[in-house]
């Protein structure tokens, strides 16, 4: 998926949504949305049932009670509590696109941009009223335009970051960190972790096999066999495919036992933050890049309580939260680099260029319009070891 040509406006979601690079965030606004009768909040349930990544969930749940920790969420909290709010956890978009496919219901989904389409076309979600989001002004909108079908503003947009190849400097001949090819590379094998992310390892591939721009996410059948086939070749090679980021992942850069993995930008922080020397790759063939954001169940009894929680979300210091405690972007357009604690952080992440996700060497993850071939082919290759 080419989210750099998708953020370029030279691509949208089946011709009906474009990211344009200087639309404004007021735009997009949901006027069916905010024209349908619907109880007050106060007769609302309130029992917010959430599909969530682990480590996002707010401020005062079971789970983020640590002072100094991620603060998104916590005046939703103070103001209902946090009793009412359950969370159904997720490690990939396959995986959330599924659960809600399968009738699974929630008042908010946290998926990426990549699958809006197909949460739209299924009759999924419905729009949010934006009138009722007072920081949404403060959006990027590039991301903002990113998230609207047919005018309504489905999809807000909040984290974003680059997916690459992170790898320990003292274990890896740099010779061989140029690219993609690193996790290809027998010399590695039992060091290596790919993602267990399916459609992105079906990017990686095509980036390795030179299927860079449109192409990446949206394969031909050959394309999309030679692949599958690349994927196959590589898979013996990893010591596992990791599902949680701090569970699995870190634990296993962190003590040797991993040399080379798929991460975002926030594991190489962490490792610089303990001594550990490791290196965020720049790959020859261009870095991924993505962003994730929150939308709403189709059938809602929460209407106005999952609004108030996406808002503390995407208020400024909930964003700002949000990259100084997990080192990701914010679509929050108003924060500065001189508010981001760590200094190399802000550097890395460009904070203030609103289109740092449609420079050159980032690849976008966009919608695959065959992404049931894409998932019947990852089956082939994990079934093939």
């Known amino acids: ?38 109880p007050s909040i ?7 049932s ?24 916590d005046e939703y909290t103070k103001k209902f509590g946090a009793d009412g709010i359950t969370y159904s956890l997720i490690v990939n978009d ?46 990027n909108p590039a991301l903002v335009k990113g998230g609207q079908v047919n005018g309504q503003q489905y999809f807000i947009p909040w ?60 394969l031909s059948d050959d394309q999309l066999t030679n692949a599958k086939n690349a ?25 040797g036992d991993v040399w080379i993995a798929y991460s975002w930008q926030d594991q190489w922080v962490y490792a610089r933050s303990k001594g550990i020397p490791m290196a965020y790759m720049k ?20 209407y106005y309580h999952a609004h108030d929680y996406v808002e503390s979300y995407i208020n400024h210091k909930s964003c700002l939260s949000l990259t100084n405690y997990f080192y990701y972007g914010s679509a929050d357009a108003t924060i500065k680099a001189s508010e981001i604690q760590d200094k190399a952080v802000a550097r890395s992440l460009d904070i203030g260029n609103p289109n740092v996700l449609a420079s050159a060497d980032v690849h976008l993850q966009s919608w695959e319009p065959n992404e049931a071939a894409v998932q019947q082919a990852w089956e082939e290759v994990t079934a093939s070891a």
């Not at 106060?42 to 917010?48: D, I, M, T, V």
């Not at 389409?117 to 920081?135: E, N």
């Not at 459609?199 to 030179?210: C, P, Q, R, S, V």
């Open 50 to 73: 959430i599909l969530e990544w682990d480590g996002y969930q707010a401020f005062g749940t079971p789970t983020n009670k640590k002072a100094g920790g991620l603060s998104a969420g």
């Open 283 to 302: 790959p020859s063939q261009g870095r991924l890049g993505w962003y994730c954001g929150f939308m709403l169940g189709k059938d809602t009894k929460n």
């Open 159 to 218: 984290d974003w970051g680059y997916g690459s190849v992170i790898y320990r400097t003292d274990k890896v001949d740099p010779a061989d960190a140029t690219g993609w090819e690193l996790f290809w590379n027998p010399k590695y094998k039992g060091r290596i972790s790919m993602w267990n992310g399916n459609t992105t390892n079906f990017e990686i591939a095509a980036l390795k096999l030179g299927y860079g721009g449109h192409a990446m996410d949206n």
């Open 1 to 38: 998926m080419d989210r750099r040509s998708f953020l370029m406006g030279a691509a949208g979601l089946g011709g009906a949504v474009l990211l344009g690079g200087c639309g404004s965030s007021n735009s997009g606004g949901s006027p069916a949305a905010s024209s349908v009768k619907r």
């Open 94 to 139: 396959s995986e959330a696109l599924n659960k809600v496919r399968s009738g699974q219901q929630f008042d908010v989904i946290h998926p990426c941009i990549e699958n809006l389409q197909d949460y739209v076309r299924d009759g999924l979600v419905q729009p949010w009223d934006t009138k009722l989001l007072p920081s949404f002004a403060n959006l």
């Open 42 to 48: 106060a007769k609302e349930p309130g029992n917010l």
């Open 231 to 255: 994927l196959i070749e590589q898979y013996p090679l990893n010591k596992f495919l990791w599902s949680s980021e701090y569970t699995d992942l870190q634990p296993a850069l962190q003590n």
